[in-house]
């Protein structure tokens, strides 16, 4: 996800999205808002897998399920830049949350939103309040369930050179295992 701008109070916006491609195991989706004037504040590409909800398990997408979409077929799977791996030398932070009922979306399993949540409350108030998000880099590895406690691990935020720009690097683990990854490129607000 990459933030030109956040919307003004009481701005209006125009929520976009599109079904840009698939194969057979992968959907890609791109969202975007927009002002007004039809200028681009924030935009999102996506990559979205079928589960089996029985098996919990990655199965193929049915051509007919596809279909209405008019998206395009492509035979290779598009590969994405990861967020870097988590080094826990340089944690600064982390914070506890038990997974809560209304975390639970329509496949059971805890909805995207929330780890987000969870990878921005890991940081400091000072540090949110003087610095703006402008890009997301979010992998999901594993799926967290009802009950579970969850931790929330960030790093301490690496300044990038001659610049107003911080970088975060973000975990998210159940039982030591690795659940969500996440690097954010933050700027410094002008006070």
Not at 14 to 35: G, M, P, S
Not at 93 to 111: E, L, P
Not at 128 to 147: A, D
Request: hydrophobic share 35%; proline share 3%; glycine share 2%.
């Amino acid at each position: 996800m990459t933030i030109e701008r956040l919307p003004q109070l009481k701005e209006k916006v125009i929520v976009k999205t599109q079904a840009t491609a698939y194969n057979h195991y992968f959907c890609y989706r791109d969202f975007w808002l927009e002002d007004q004037t039809g200028e681009v504040l924030a935009k999102m590409h996506s990559t979205f897998i079928l589960m089996d909800q029985e098996k919990r398990k990655i199965t193929k997408v049915p051509t007919e399920l596809i279909a209405p979409y008019g998206s395009e077929y492509i035979p290779k799977v598009e590969r994405v830049a990861e967020p870097e791996k988590f080094n826990l030398e340089k944690m600064s932070a982390s914070k506890d949350y038990r997974v809560r009922f209304m975390d639970i979306d329509a496949n059971q399993h805890v909805n995207n939103v929330h780890y987000f949540d969870w990878i921005v409350d890991s940081l400091s108030e000072e540090f949110l309040i003087n610095h703006q998000i402008k890009q997301v880099n979010v992998r999901y590895k594993r799926e967290v369930h009802y009950g579970e406690l969850v931790t929330s691990r960030v790093d301490q935020p690496l300044t990038v050179k001659d610049s107003k720009m911080s970088i975060t690097h973000h975990q998210i683990v159940v039982d030591q295992q690795e659940s969500c990854r996440a690097q954010c490129l933050w700027e410094k607000n002008e006070n």
